[in-house]
T-cell receptor, first 115, second 115 residues
């Protein structure tokens, strides 16, 4: 089975540019998560969706960040405009929320560098 | 609010030695607890999880963890480490909100193996 698929794997962009990260969750999963990993702050939950509906976006750092899940098989995380402090690894993860103690599966990450 | 503390930022052990990584959590209800491992440049892989039953859980790669409610701990152990175990290890607590379960991670413990 394919795991969580993220694209791009690596992106280098200039400050002020728009960045769009994409995620395809595991088929059949109904919860999707976006995490950000930095040396200083570790793994932070930015936003998560259940059945395509955003449940909690309190982790989204600023209005420059937005996330959408138009259908069960696709999500985007957009940063506009990007800033150097947004440089981080962004992980998408998915799970099936219908069982107790369900496992959350992570993608390989999108490594973003803003110069 | 849920939180996880991993007191050791970096641990170095010799190959073949035993290992214990500490994890303490804060959560009001019965916790769902997880250990993930992250190799350099990779995503997070689930090692093991606890959500009910036997408090000693077995995972992949020879790892085990013991849930101790009285100590709010979920320490990860391995009797004999291999050089391939060098990685970053994350403890996490699962919190169920509005039908979805999110993970709150500790800061991670980086494991270095001496030959």
């Amino acid at each position: 089975d394919a795991g969580v698929i993220q694209s791009p794997r690596h992106e280098v962009t200039e400050m002020g540019q728009e960045v769009t990260l994409r995620c395809k969750p595991i088929s059949g999963h109904n919860s999707l998560f976006w995490y950000r990993q930095t040396m200083m702050r570790g793994l932070e939950l930015l936003i998560y969706f259940n059945n395509n509906v955003p449940i909690d976006d309190s982790g989204m750092p600023e209005d420059r960040f937005s996330a959408k899940m138009p259908n069960a098989s696709f999500s985007t995380l957009k940063i506009q405009p990007s800033e150097p402090r947004d440089s981080a690894v962004y992980f998408c993860a998915s799970s099936f929320s219908g069982t107790v103690g369900n496992t959350i599966y992570f993608g390989e990450g999108s490594w973003l560098t803003v110069v | 609010a849920q939180s996880v503390t991993q007191p050791d930022i970096h641990i170095t052990v010799s190959e073949g030695a035993s290992l214990e990584l500490r994890c303490n959590y804060s959560y009001g209800a019965t916790p769902y607890l997880f250990w993930y491992v992250q190799s350099p440049g990779q995503g997070l892989q689930l090692l093991l999880k606890y959500f009910s039953g036997d408090t000693l859980v077995q995972g992949i790669k020879g790892f085990e963890a013991e849930f101790k409610r009285s100590q709010s701990s979920f320490n990860l152990r391995k009797p004999s480490v291999h050089w391939s175990d060098a990685a970053e290890y994350f403890c996490a607590v699962g919190a169920r909100i509005q039908g979805a379960q999110k993970l709150v991670f500790g800061q991670g413990t980086r494991l270095t193996i001496n030959p």
